[in-house]
């Protein structure tokens, strides 16, 4: 199967039902997770041009490890509560975040990021890890893409 260039629109609910429909689309009948969350990383930052980092931390024992991601090289593990990633894990719930500089603890891994969105993966009531994704512009995920990303991420 080959990527197919699409456009996405721009009215949040048709945005979002078309994401989850590419995630399926490369997710489908694919058992093993690191090739999940690398086609899922894919889609994400072809869906976000604004954002200059999109992956996934997973839980590994009392810190989170880099896993599949697109963008710059990365922190590779982050403690619990720590930073943004950390802090979703902690509180178990999406962090949106406008302005990086401003989030007391934020982990810097490039100083052109302004705005952070993370969202906690679930599976039989634990969170296993977490969906990163940065951005370039401050402001730019809003609390409507935290209500699509975890609808979104539920496909993993």
Known sequence: MSYVEVEYPREKGAFYAMLRRQLDLYLAGEANMTARLANASAVLAQAFPDANWVGFYLVDGDSLTVGPFQGKPAVSRIGY??????????????????????FAGHIACDCNTHSEIVVPLWRDGAIWGVLDMDSV?????????????????KLL
């Open 81 to 102: 509560g720590k930073g943004v990633c950390g802090t979703a894990w902690r509180e178990e719930k999406a962090q949106v975040v406008a302005e990086v500089a401003c």
């Open 137 to 153: 512009l401050p402001g730019h995920f809003t609390e409507a893409d935290r209500e699509g990303l975890e609808e979104a991420v």
